[in-house]
C-alpha cells in the first residue's frame, strides 16, 4: 500500500494532463525503449512553465515519495499488480538514477497511469479536483 499523499499525486496527475494537452498527437501505443532506465525523453515544449513546475515539485518531494510514485505509474501501467506493491517499490529504488522527473515526464500518458495506479488502490484524485475549483 502506497504511503505517499494522494494530494501529492493528484497534483502530478493535474500537471501531466496539462503537458499532455500541449503536446500534439500523443499515441497511446508509443513506447519508448529505454522507458525503465529513467532516461528522459523530452518534446519541443520540454521546457514550458508547466513542465518546469511539475518537474520542481517531483524532485522536492523525498526519495521514498519518488520511489513510490514511480511504482504507482508502474502499477497503473499494468507492469505490476497491486498485489506486488513491495516488488514494485523495490525494483523502483534498486533503478533510481538522476531526476525522477526527467523520467516520469518521458512517460506517454503519465497522468491516465497514475491514476490507474491510485485506482488500484482505492484512491481518486476526484476530491483533488473539487477542492481546486
Request: charged share 25%; hydrophobic share 45%.
Amino acid at each position: 500500500m502506497p504511503t505517499i499523499n494522494t494530494d501529492k499525486v493528484c497534483f502530478v496527475v493535474v500537471k501531466a494532463r496539462e503537458l499532455e494537452s500541449e503536446d500534439e498527437g500523443i499515441d497511446a501505443d508509443a513506447s519508448n525503449a529505454t522507458d525503465d532506465g529513467f532516461v528522459s525523453v523530452l518534446t519541443e515544449d520540454a521546457f514550458s512553465t508547466t513542465r518546469d513546475e511539475v518537474a520542481s515539485f517531483i524532485e522536492a518531494m523525498d526519495i521514498d515519495e519518488q520511489v513510490e510514485l514511480v511504482a504507482l505509474m508502474w502499477v497503473g501501467r499494468g507492469d505490476f499488480a497491486a498485489t506486488e506493491w513491495n516488488e514494485a517499490v523495490a525494483q523502483a529504488r534498486a533503478r533510481h538514477e538522476g531526476a525522477t522527473s526527467a523520467y516520469l515526464l518521458g512517460v506517454p500518458l503519465l497522468a491516465s497511469f497514475l491514476e490507474g495506479g491510485l485506482a488500484e488502490f482505492g484512491e481518486s484524485c476526484e476530491l483533488f479536483a473539487a477542492d481546486r475549483q
